[in-house]
Nanobody, 125 residues
Framework: QVHLVESGGGLVQAGGSLRLSCAAS????????MAWFRQAPGKDREFVSF????????YCTDSVKGRFTISRDNSKNTVYLEMNNLKPEDTALYSC??????????????????WGQGTQVTVSS
């Protein structure tokens, strides 16, 4: 069992930055691939970024390339999402997810076994 808790969300002006954290508990947490998803009001959940268990393989959706960076510290069982040059369209509830052997299928939310409750990011124009 893996329990995920996100933090770091908040209200920021367009062009600003935030750093989200996802703390994982459970003795096998560092063995899981992890990802960030987001969901804006009235919209479907959207894949944001993926990182494999070792941290050596990452990718993200086109809309955040060059602005968002995913990383992880397995010694702290924590995954991060550094978000720069935020735009109003980035406003959403951001959730982290964990699952085994996701690999290149990282955008498929149904493959993840564990989800956090989310942290709200609001970007004002």
């Amino acid at each position: 069992q893996v329990h995920l808790v996100e933090s770091g969300g908040g209200l920021v002006q367009a062009g600003g930055s935030l750093r989200l954290s996802c703390a994982a508990s459970g003795r096998t947490a560092s063995n899981y691939d992890m990802a960030w998803f987001r969901q804006a009001p009235g919209k479907d959940r959207e894949f944001v970024s993926f990182i494999n268990w070792s941290g050596g393989w990452t990718y993200c959706t086109d809309s955040v390339k060059g602005r968002f960076t995913i990383s992880r510290d397995n010694s702290k069982n924590t995954v991060y999402l550094e978000m720069n040059n935020l735009k109003p369209e980035d406003t959403a509830l951001y959730s982290c997810a964990a699952g085994p052997g996701i690999g290149a299928r990282g955008a498929r939310g149904e493959l993840y076994l564990y989800w956090g409750q989310g942290t709200q990011v609001t970007v004002s124009s």
